[in-house]
């Protein structure tokens, strides 16, 4: 694999869109502890590394299937504060127009496809609009992303076997945050790594610290360039570790202290901050100034959602029945 290296302006960016999403996944704690937010809350604490770092080098046209744990991946593809704000207080404005929560919802315009519960399946829609790339010729790409609790099911090895004998322009992204609810790695495979698996379907496999941004960029930007040269697919099997409950309702007492300790040393964003200040390419100043100007965003968008309409209650017949 040859590994590119990052400018300065694309390594400043991804810093800045991965500490725009820990400050907004923070804040949405908050928020669900006030009972500001419908329903439940699902983030990526942890795994904000993985959802920017493996979606910021997509072009137009290109697909992505972000899992619970991909908001990041949703801002980087143009959702703002105020649009995943109003979603997830299930607003009439909202991406579902209050009909479902958390991040499931979808846009053709930014190539996001919207989240289901069924785990598992995302990854197969994924891999059909690859297909359907591959059938156009249009260069793109399509990116599936899944925890590794969900590499148990039959989809998974569906999606990775079909796109592997078609060479679609696919990437599959194991988001391995250790544990699937209360199941550890241990009660979940018995391989070494995810990514052995790669070898069955005959195409690469690669697993990676999901907390080093600069790796999991360099990584995934290497599947996508192979993917759009008509090379195949690739396997990519991003390790973090989920900091949080699997809910904001989940304590996580199951989850070592220690363990959560440990990596809660390891915050992408922090990691990729002490890089980049090392390289002389950030300075204590812009954090500071960074981390203002989103918390000063994030504030805008709380206000502005939590004042929007809640929809209509009738509204829950639109778009379901057909004239
Ligand atoms: C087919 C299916 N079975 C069970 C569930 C309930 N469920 C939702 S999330 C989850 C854990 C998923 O773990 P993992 O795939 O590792 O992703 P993580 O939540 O850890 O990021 C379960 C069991 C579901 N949504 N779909």
């Known amino acids: ?27 949405l704690h908050l928020l669900y502890r006030k009972g500001e937010l419908m329903g439940g809350l699902y983030t990526g604490s942890g795994n904000e590394g993985v959802a920017v770092a493996s979606t910021i080098m997509l072009i137009e046209g290109d697909v992505i299937a972000p899992s619970h744990r991909g908001i990041g991946a949703h801002f980087v593809r143009g959702e703002t504060f105020r649009g995943m704000m109003l979603q997830l207080m299930a607003k009439a404005e909202g991406g579902t127009k209050g ?54 099911l039959g989809d998974f090895h569906e999606t990775l076997n079909m796109a592997a004998v078609l060479k679609l322009p696919f990437v599959m992204i194991i988001e391995n945050n250790q544990w699937a609810y209360s199941t550890s790695t241990k009660y979940q495979y018995a391989c070494k790594q995810l990514s052995d698996r790669a070898l ?15 790796l999991v960029y360099q990584t995934v930007n290497e599947a996508v360039v192979r993917a759009r040269a008509g090379q195949g697919p690739t396997l990519i ?47 204590e100043q812009e954090d500071q100034a960074l981390v203002a100007k989103i918390s000063t965003e994030i504030d805008e968008a709380v206000a502005y959602a939590k004042n929007a309409a809640d929809p209509e209650p009738w509204s829950g017949l639109d778009g379901v029945y057909a004239d």
């Open 237 to 283: 099997e991003a390790v973090t570790m989920r900091l949080r409950g699997h809910s904001a309702a989940d304590m996580a007492e199951y989850v070592p202290k220690e363990v959560l300790e440990e990596w809660k040393e390891k915050l992408p964003h922090k990691l990729y901050r002490d890089k980049l200040m090392a390289r002389g390419w950030w300075s």
């Open 1 to 27: 694999m040859i590994i590119s290296s990052l400018d300065k302006p694309l390594a400043r960016n991804l810093y800045e869109q991965i500490l725009r999403t820990y400050l907004f996944e923070e804040n």
């Open 200 to 214: 069955g379907y005959g195409i690469p496999g690669f697993t990676i610290d999901g907390t080093d941004a600069e």
């Open 99 to 152: 009909r479902d929560n958390a991040a499931h919802q979808g846009s053709m315009k930014r190539g996001i496809l919207g989240m289901i519960s069924h785990l598992a399946v995302m990854p197969a829609n994924a891999m059909g609009c690859a297909l359907a790339h591959k059938i156009k010729k249009n260069g793109n790409v399509a990116l599936g992303f899944i925890g590794e609790g969900s590499t148990s």
